[in-house]
């Protein structure tokens, strides 16, 4: 069973700082992997989704890699805005079509003004 | 972009009745559809995966005849919350997938259940 975890837990950076977020994954065989976004008592956003067979993905200030042999994938967020502020989840897809997507707990990030 | 929208954003409801939860995806068909709980604090737990025109399929320890769903279109899969207690008070989210494999997911709003 696959099974996700990001460290740090929680993050508190002042603006303008370059961050990494990790998530590690038990299991290789994935499909793909997802970062989303959620702010307090909201949905998620899809941040950037990474195909197995992709090293990383890039979107503004967002870079994510991916590494398959060791199970595991970073957020690389750059030049940090309090706007940035939210929790970001990292979710595996391990079953193509016909599985849901496997969470790790968050990371609860903060960026001081 | 593909959107899926989840219907309420919030409910409140006494203990022993029943709620139901929308999910639609707007622009896009999907066979598939997926249901999760958030507790505060807590990360996404997967509860079933809505099949349209079959039966739901359910994550161990969930209970099916508590969290029944149906998926009568392919645009709209509901999950009905039974005989609700103040423990099934979460945050449900649903999601869909436009395409294959290759694309991501999609999530609703989310849905604030309290049950009093």
């Known amino acids: 069973k696959q099974e996700v975890t990001q460290i740090p837990a929680a993050l508190s950076v002042p603006e303008g700082e370059n961050l990494v977020l990790n998530c590690s994954f038990t299991d290789s065989a994935i499909y793909n992997l997802q970062w989303f976004r959620q702010d307090p008592g909201k949905g998620l956003t899809s941040l950037l989704l990474i195909q197995s067979s992709q090293r990383e993905q890039t979107s503004g200030r967002l870079n994510a890699s991916l590494d398959k042999s060791s199970g595991r994938s970073t957020l690389y967020i750059a030049a940090s805005q309090p706007g940035d502020s939210a929790t970001y989840l990292c979710a595996a897809n391990s079953g193509g079509g016909a599985d849901g997507l496997t969470f790790g707990k968050g990371t609860h990030l903060i960026i001081q003004p | 972009g593909a959107v899926v929208s989840q219907h309420p954003s919030w409910v409140i409801c006494k203990s022993g009745t029943s709620v139901k939860i929308e999910c639609r995806s707007l622009?896009?068909?999907?066979?598939?559809m997926f249901w999760y709980r958030q507790f505060p604090k807590q990360s996404l737990m997967l509860m079933a995966t809505s099949n349209e025109g079959s039966k739901a399929t359910y994550e161990q320890g969930v209970e099916k005849d508590k969290f029944l769903i149906n998926h009568a279109s392919l645009t709209l899969s509901t999950l009905t919350v039974t005989s609700a207690h103040p423990e099934d008070s979460s945050f449900y989210i649903c999601?869909?997938?436009?395409?294959?494999?290759?694309?991501?997911?999609?999530f609703g709003s989310g849905t604030r259940l309290t049950v009093v």
């Open positions: 999601s869909a997938r436009q395409g294959g494999g290759n694309y991501g997911y999609t």
């Open positions: 622009d896009f068909q999907a066979t598939t």
